[in-house]
């Protein structure tokens, strides 16, 4: 129940630091509730007498921000009055200078005024419920602070701009259709309404199966540009591990030597290639030794290939493959891997029919000039299926929203099944209406509390 503003009886006002917990050229305070107009104002005097209460929505004030006894800071009051806001209730956003210490004071200041803590995410939460986004545009906002690249930056807005959201309605809409069709025909026979015909619907049914298999397929693309990619760089010693990474990281990350033997130990950096983050480990050089230190690395190398996600398999092109090469080839064979071959610029002695055998993705270079480079960006996105992404496309961006699409499609499959077999109509319209349902619980028009509990349980305080 709602009073005429729109709140609840017992809303409360929330604030929370919104900026990072760093030192930094501004910093922001951010309240949100019925009263946040009211507890900004005790702890805010504008240099020329007004009040938040005197001004539009959208207006800023300048003034000092105080705890009732002394000056803080100065500061910039912005006013957004419900419920044309972000969380669709008044709010109030100090801007202050960035210190760490100002920051608390201030927000000390404004819950000695009657303002509580804001728990992780509640002024999404708060948007969510007050029907300002959906809850798939809710999600993508940690995925827009957490972007780490262009495509994923770009997928994440796109998201937040209610991409996902528009392609689930329209999957949702074909069904919802279906299902009334059946329905009406089911339940009023004498009715002047055009029986179902089998073919049309199930045409219907491979099209949104179709479309949900696309939207699953994508998911392992999307969470690489927004996650990144555990990957390996194996070989086996003075193959050009070293150098290869050095050239990603675009440092000296590595020791590189003439000497075999030199990595002994996993060195690890994130690098962005192309538009993918790759959490990189340069491993130590896979080969039998007597030495009980690079043993040690050797037994870790082969620890991270057992997890890792991609693997860059580095030959040396200038050398003949030797049972080192050949035992890497065989304990990755079910990996995702390129076949790196090395030193490209040199004369060729490498057994490249064998290498082809094994390998789907494999590129030419030369980690010491930089030259091939592109191509095993391009290689990657391949492997990894980036290259089919289209950042403005609606994609799926967490495990909840995969589960949910996969139980929309389980039920359209049965769906299908249920109509090729020619079993009652009946049974076709429960699958159908069970694919609507998980959909309504992927966009939250019908998720539970604990499904929403859970979604913001992720976010950072203040967001």
């Known amino acids: 129940m709602k009073n005429e503003n729109g ?3 017992s809303a409360k006002t929330i604030a929370a630091i919104s900026t990072p917990q760093a030192p930094g050229g501004i910093g922001i305070v951010r309240l949100s509730g019925p009263r946040a107009k009211e507890i900004a104002g005790k702890v805010f005097t504008s240099r020329h007498g007004k009040t938040l209460k005197d001004v539009k929505g959208y207006t800023a004030l300048y003034g000092r921000v105080h705890d009732g006894e002394t000056d803080i800071d100065e500061a910039i009051a912005l006013n957004f009055t419900a419920p044309a806001s972000f969380t669709g209730e008044d709010v109030v956003e100090l801007s202050c200078h ?9 927000l000390k200041a404004v819950f000695a005024a009657g303002a509580v803590p804001a728990g992780p995410g509640e002024f999404t939460r708060r948007a969510f419920l007050n029907g300002k986004i959906g809850l798939t545009e809710a999600e993508s906002v940690m995925q827009i602070i957490s972007a780490q690249g262009e495509q994923a930056a770009k997928a994440a807005l796109a998201g937040h701009d209610g991409a996902l959201e528009k392609k689930i309605i329209k999957i949702r809409g074909m069904l919802i259709e279906a299902a009334a069709h ?3 025909w089911a339940d009023y026979p004498e009715d002047d309404i055009p029986q179902v015909n089998p073919e049309k619907l199930q045409t219907t049914l491979l099209t949104v199966k179709s479309e949900i298999g696309h939207l699953l397929r994508q998911f392992d693309a999307g969470r690489a540009i927004r996650e990144g990619v555990a990957t390996v760089i194996a070989g086996r010693p003075n193959v050009g591990k070293s150098t290869l990474m050095n050239l990603l990281a675009g440092c000296e990350r590595s020791i590189v030597t003439e000497y075999a033997g030199t990595t002994r130990d996993i060195v690890e950096d994130t690098v962005i290639l192309g538009d993918v983050p790759l959490r990189l480990s340069d491993t130590a050089g896979i080969r039998l030794t007597d030495d009980p230190v690079e043993k040690i690395g050797v037994d870790r190398a082969r620890g991270k ?4 996600q991609l693997i860059l398999a580095v030959f040396d092109s200038s050398q003949e493959l030797n049972g080192e090469d050949r035992e890497l080839i065989s304990a990755i064979r079910e990996s995702a891997a390129i076949a790196v071959i090395n030193k490209s610029d ?3 002695k490498i057994d490249l029919k064998y290498i082809k055998k094994y390998f789907q993705q494999i590129v030419y270079i030369s980690a010491l000039s930089g030259e091939g480079l592109q191509e095993l960006k391009d290689a990657v996105a391949e ?3 980036t290259s089919e992404l289209n950042p403005a496309d609606g994609i799926l961006f967490t495990e909840r929203q995969r589960d949910a699409a996969r139980q929309a499609g389980d039920c359209v499959t049965e769906a299908l099944t249920a109509v090729e077999s020619g079993v009652t ?3 076709v319209t429960v699958s159908i209406e069970g694919a609507v349902s998980a959909l309504l619980e992927l966009t939250g028009e019908r998720a539970t509390e ?6 913001f349980s992720h976010f950072c305080v203040g967001k």
């Open 7 to 9: 709140y609840a009886p």
């Open 450 to 455: 604990a499904v929403v509990d859970s979604v």
């Open 425 to 427: 109509l009946d049974a």
């Open 383 to 385: 492997v990894l299926r």
């Open 346 to 348: 040199l004369p060729a």
């Open 98 to 106: 960035g210190g760490l210490y100002i920051m608390r004071r201030v």
């Open 182 to 184: 059946l329905s009406a």
């Open 305 to 308: 290939l057992r997890e890792a």
